[in-house]
């Protein structure tokens, strides 16, 4: 009798534990008004899938990739995201329009912010990056390279709404104003 009221115990402190872990998981990835974002987007989408060429192609493979991602490599593979957009993406993309880039410059700072935060949190070490992350995040760079610069550029610009949406839905709860 006692040792399953031990076992019962033990079994109670590892579901806290990692109740805990998981909370402490979602509570360090992203603080940031998603909604902004997206409405930068939107005002800009038409105009950035207008110049894309290569309709038929996808960058984030037509999401399957992101939806394969399992809930502890989301904080890593948001993490690479952001920076293969900031270091890629937004540097590759050039833009003559004013506006267009005004909105585009708005979307990097916020994923600018949101990379200090996973930073952050991968100093911590809560923020683990285990191998089925790295090969999600190597799909999504093989797809762009597959592509001329300017044209894998375009088109990840174009796939935004569908990075948000993930980032959205992975970060629910997270996301502040």
């Known amino acids: 009798m006692q040792a399953q009221g031990v076992s019962l115990c033990l079994l109670a402190v590892m579901l806290f534990l990692c109740s805990a872990h998981a909370q402490g998981l979602r509570r360090c990835l992203i603080s940031m008004d998603m909604r902004r974002m997206e409405e930068s ?22 999401s ?32 003559l329009s004013p506006q267009i880039l005004r909105k585009i410059s708005s979307i990097a700072n916020s994923f600018l912010h949101m990379q200090k935060s996973l ?7 809560l923020c683990h990056c285990r191998q ?22 375009i088109k990840s610009l174009g796939e935004l709404d569908v990075l948000l949406a993930w980032i959205d839905k ?3 709860g997270t996301s502040a104003a």
């Not at 930073?119 to 070490?125: A, L």
């Open 119 to 125: 930073q952050r949190c991968q100093e911590q070490r």
């Open 64 to 95: 399957e990739t992101l939806h394969s991602v399992k809930p502890l490599d989301v904080c890593c593979v948001t993490k690479n995201l952001l920076a293969f957009y900031v270091d890629r993406v937004f540097k590759d993309h050039q833009e």
């Open 170 to 172: 992975n970060h629910q």
């Open 132 to 153: 089925e992350a790295t090969n999600a995040t190597r799909i999504i760079h093989d797809n762009y390279h597959r592509l001329e610069i300017r044209s894998a550029a």
């Open 41 to 62: 987007f939107r005002g800009i989408k038409n105009a950035i899938q207008a110049k894309d060429t290569f309709r038929n192609v996808t960058i984030l493979s037509t």
